[in-house]
Nanobody
Framework: VQLQASGGGLVQAGGSLRLSCATS????????MGWFRQAAGKEREFVAA????????SYADSVKGRFTISRDNAKNTAILQMNSLKPEDTAVYYC???????????????????WGQGTLVTVSS
C-alpha cells in the first residue's frame, strides 16, 4: 500500500493550494480518506475526512468554510482544496486511509491504517 501526498508549497496568506493523495495497493473505494497536519513542535491533528462514497464529510473547526475535501474513486485519489490560507495553516500535511465496511467517517488518527509521507505547506504573512 502506498499513499503519495503532493501539492504543498509556499503561498501568501489568503492564497490557495490543492493537495492530492494518490494511492495504490488498496481498494480505494472501500476506504475512508483523511487529511491531518502537524505543525512544528505540535501533535498531528485532524483536518478533514471523507467517507467511501463521499456522502459524509467532516472538517476540523479551524478549517471549516476554507478547506474542501473530495475524492475520485475512479482515480484512487483524494483531494484537499485549501483556500483563504492563514499562517497558522503552516504544517506538514498527511493523507491517511482506513478500510471501512460502511459509509462512515473516521476522525481519530490512531484509527487510520496507512499514511502518506507528508507534504509541506508554508503560508507567509
Amino acid at each position: 500500500v502506498q499513499l503519495q501526498a503532493s501539492g504543498g508549497g509556499l503561498v501568501q496568506a489568503g492564497g490557495s493550494l490543492r493537495l492530492s493523495c494518490a494511492t495504490s495497493g488498496l481498494t480505494f473505494s472501500r476506504c475512508v480518506m483523511g487529511w491531518f497536519r502537524q505543525a512544528a513542535g505540535k501533535e498531528r491533528e485532524f483536518v478533514a475526512a471523507i467517507s467511501r462514497t463521499g456522502l459524509s464529510i467532516s472538517y476540523a473547526d479551524s478549517v471549516k468554510g476554507r478547506f474542501t475535501i473530495s475524492r475520485d474513486n475512479a482515480k484512487n485519489t483524494a483531494i484537499l482544496q485549501m483556500n483563504s490560507l492563514k499562517p497558522e495553516d503552516t504544517a506538514v500535511y498527511y493523507c491517511a486511509s482506513v478500510g471501512r465496511s460502511t459509509d462512515s467517517i473516521v476522525t481519530l488518527k490512531n484509527q487510520y491504517d496507512y499514511w502518506g509521507q507528508g507534504t509541506l505547506v508554508t503560508v507567509s504573512s
